[in-house]
């Protein structure tokens, strides 16, 4: 499968402000499909930080934000509190071969 | 509230079946597709393709044809992944996911994930 690409972690002290990138290619965020954002707890169902690139579901607090330039796209915390700690995804589609879902490989977000 | 409630771990021999559940409550099952991703010990999130709700039509990603099968039972809103021929490759979390159906791939909400362990 085409992936996207997640640097393996990102580090923080509370309080700062983290990005996590997601690089794709032109069959899929580059092509405009809409990037989202999932976040892992260890034992927990993902949940839903950012849809369409940037917007946020209800109840998502507004220190997590999105966006998206070319083939890339991106996620930002603010004010980083200790249980941000998590692995965080981004997804898109790729229109490759006969099309398909992609993850990237996960970013591990470590409050220092 | 809208839930995907999945079965508890299971714990197979190589060679063995598995069946995941994945119920869906709170909304009408057969209007959002549901999304079959696994998370291989140490690893990320690999889509394994989806099934049609509406239509029972599945689609697999390459790599996840032939041992893998998606099924649904439409009166209990309820759609499965059987696993057979199991290899401890297989050993991983399997997590359904609902298609938040307009268009743009997202899935909204996630089922709690099942721990399948393939060992001899």
């Known amino acids: 499968q085409s992936g996207l690409t997640q640097p393996p972690s990102v580090s923080g002290a509370p309080g700062q402000r983290v990005t996590i990138s997601c690089t794709g290619s032109n069959t899929n965020i580059g092509a405009g499909f809409a990037v989202h954002w999932y976040q892992l707890l260890p034992g927990t169902a993902p949940k839903v930080l950012i849809y369409g690139n940037s917007n946020r579901p209800s109840g998502v607090q507004d220190r997590f934000s999105g966006s998206k330039s070319g083939t890339s796209a991106s996620l930002a915390i603010t004010g980083l509190q200790a249980e941000d700690e998590a692995e965080y995804y981004c997804q898109s589609y790729d229109n490759s071969l006969r099309g398909h879902v992609v993850f990237g490989g996960g970013t591990k977000l470590t409050v220092l | 509230q809208v839930h995907l409630v999945q079965s508890g771990s299971e714990l197979k021999k190589p060679g063995a079946s598995v069946k995941v559940s994945c119920k869906a409550s709170?909304?009408?099952?057969?209007?959002?597709?549901v999304n079959w991703v696994r998370q291989a010990p140490g690893q990320g999130l690999e889509w394994m393709g989806w099934i049609n709700t509406d239509t029972g039509n599945p689609t697999y990603v390459q790599g996840f044809t032939g041992r893998f099968v998606f099924s649904l039972d439409t009166s209990v809103s309820t759609a499965y992944l059987q696993i057979s021929s199991l290899k401890a490759d297989d050993t991983a979390v399997y997590f359904c996911?609902?298609?938040?159906?307009?268009?743009?791939?997202?899935?909204?909400?996630w089922g709690q994930g099942t721990t399948v362990t393939v060992s001899s």
């Open positions: 709170g909304y009408t099952f057969n209007n959002y597709a």
């Open positions: 996911a609902r298609d938040r159906g307009i268009l743009d791939y997202a899935m909204d909400v």
